[in-house]
């Protein structure tokens, strides 16, 4: 495999910065373009001419040396880079970088890029062991920085345990797999999603509506455009960004929903209805704003058309998909809409639990099948979920080969 990528080694001080020199070496025979960055530890065993040697690029170790007065350099590096791999990573670095410390190159550039950082530990085995250690990189891992395992083996303080540099071979071989195309399984896929509240008026200055705050369907929705879809998603009034790669129909009301989901129904291979529709709408909408009076108020309400029970009803080869926010016997009523209403898969959740329901970032929700699925998924982001949910909604149904559309 050719390797095109830019590729950002940081070289911290330890007896491993040797097998550092070798990574740095396979990865531009690998067709990599390598830069890389030494604190002043790495230097006391290799010099930077013998990275520059390997790379072909200039080695960079002073956050003050500004080698291109058009860029500051820590800045350029953090953004210039598709990959970041810190290798040999000291217990030092991988502390500095939990607790947000940077003062020295190394560690701004760590701090500053956005690209994914891999840590490649190297270490005494009581070292990796100490108990900060651990609490250090089980921060960092949650915080999304991947880890490449330590071997075990004979170390160069005399100790035999887990603490070894992974070979470069090895790291090589990883990066190589990060970077291989991905089949995507809804590639050529359309894939409509609803998120968000609706708003039903009353008069000009008032509506009925919901607390939905809609990132959970905007998370379905950046998830499938991640997995290869053409994704439509039909919004209500939210206040969040697009999701990059998706077409996005805003809308108000239930009707305007209805009739913006039904344009897309046809060719549509998923269908999946996270937005929380108003089940009602005021009956008479009034032209001017209604003034306050003595007493008490009544506005009659009318049904709205329920989107969920008619796309059912009209499914042909769709895939259909629901939500369900409940407040009490949530498996029960969610087992009860997913035969009504015809669906295929129901995602219901507990809106009173305190890691769900609407406006939180996080979500607990159980995914329902017709074909009997009853998986329970613990709170996580409404992001990593989104992913999570699709993927096995994919992988239960085969959508490559089930649905043409």
Known sequence: MYLNKKILVCVTGGIAVYKAVALVSKLSQAGADVKVVMTESAMEFVTPLTFQAMSRNDVFF??????????????????????????????????????GISDDMVTTVLLATTAEVWFAPAMNVNMYENKAVIRNIASLAEDG?????????????????????????????LVEKAFEP???????????????????????VRYVSNFSSGKMGYAMAEAAAQLGAETVLVSGPVGLDKPVGVKVINIESAAEMFAAVSAQYEDAAIVIKAAAVADYRPAEIHTQKIKKSDGESVI???????????????????LLVGFAAETENVIENGLSKLKTKNLDFIIVNDVTDPDGGFGNE??????????GTNKPYPAMSKKDLATLLLTAIIEEERIGSTYDR
């Open 362 to 371: 996080t979500n607990v929700v159980t995914l329902l099948s017709k074909n």
């Open 62 to 99: 002073d956050t003050f040396d500004e080698k291109d007065s058009r860029v500051i350099a820590h800045i350029d590096l953090a953004d210039w880079a598709d990959l970041v791999i810190v290798a040999p990573a000291t217990a030092n670095v991988i502390g500095k970088v939990a607790n």
């Open 300 to 318: 009659n309400l009318a049904r709205t058309t329920d989107i969920l029970q008619t796309l059912g009803e009209r499914k042909e080869n769709q």
């Open 145 to 173: 920085y991947r880890f490449i395992e330590p071997s075990e083996g004979f170390l160069a303080c005399g100790y035999v345990g887990k603490g070894r540099l992974e070979e470069p071979e090895k790291i090589v071989e």
């Open 182 to 204: 991905k089949e995507l399984p809804l590639a050529g896929k359309k894939v409509v999603i609803t998120a968000g509240p609706t708003r039903e008026r009353i008069d000009p």
